[in-house]
């Protein structure tokens, strides 16, 4: 099985861990973010990654060579100039579109089951599933009572009553007849998908989830992981 790993971004929010070197290579409790994601996806089967390299792709090639040292083979595209998520994937069609296969963001660190995230459009007029997690509230929520006494501080608390988009997708080939040459899938390819009725969710509540974007991100995350990634 395939998985593309989206890695092309500039990660201007984590300076100066990212000037001179990609945002996947960036450490988290000792492994660089893209080394968890391998171990991860092992788990379930891949043994071909594609990694859409842009920036400083040279020392994504570096660092990973051929997959050889992690068990799996690694094959690379690469952005000649920024193409957003959809315009990534739709770059490395040629590599992709034999079968159904993962996509995920470059910067997030997960435990999601990737098994049952493929068995959500199994008999389903589907082209993607995508893990949806609960909302990490970014700051610490304080809970009122009736009276408006304030009854306790709570930090950062999961918010299981809003999800969010995981950037975890499982894609038939026929995600490429949806993707532009250049563009976020976000903003364009999903909510079309959206409309016509082809995009399924599968909803993640107990796992481990952390998109890594600034360096308290880095620094929480090596605390959470300093024991590894549970299920992993």
Do not use: C
């Not at 968890?36 to 570096?62: N, S």
């Not at 994937?89 to 990737?114: H, M, Q, S, V």
């Not at 999961?158 to 490429?176: D, K, S, T």
């Amino acid at each position: 099985m395939k998985a593309a790993i989206i890695a092309g971004g500039f990660g201007k929010r984590l300076k100066p861990l990212t000037q001179d070197r990609p945002k996947p290579l960036v450490p988290v409790a000792g492994k660089a973010i893209i080394e968890w994601q391998i171990e991860w996806l092992k788990k379930y089967g891949v043994d071909t990654i594609v990694v859409l390299a842009g920036y400083q792709r040279e020392k994504m090639l570096e660092f990973l060579g051929s997959g050889t040292k992690y068990g799996v083979k690694i094959v690379y595209t690469i952005e000649d100039e920024p193409l957003g998520t959809a315009g990534a994937i739709k770059n490395a069609e040629p590599i992709l579109r034999t079968e159904p296969f993962l996509a995920l963001n470059g910067d997030i660190i997960t435990n999601i089951p990737l098994d049952k995230l493929m068995k959500v459009i199994e008999s389903k007029d589907a082209v993607v599933a995508m893990a949806l997690v609960p909302l990490r509230s970014p700051y610490g929520i304080v809970e009122v009572d009736e009276t408006g006494r304030i009854v306790r501080f709570v930090e950062k608390p999961i918010l299981h009553q809003h999800l969010i988009n995981a950037g975890v997708y499982y894609m038939r080939p026929e995600i490429f007849d949806y993707l532009p040459e250049k563009g976020d899938i976000e903003r364009t390819t999903f909510p079309q998908l959206a409309r016509e009725g082809k995009l399924y969710a599968g909803i993640f509540r107990d796992v481990y989830w952390r998109s890594i974007d600034t360096m308290k991100d880095v620094e929480e995350a090596s605390k959470e992981l300093a024991n590894g990634l549970p299920g992993v």
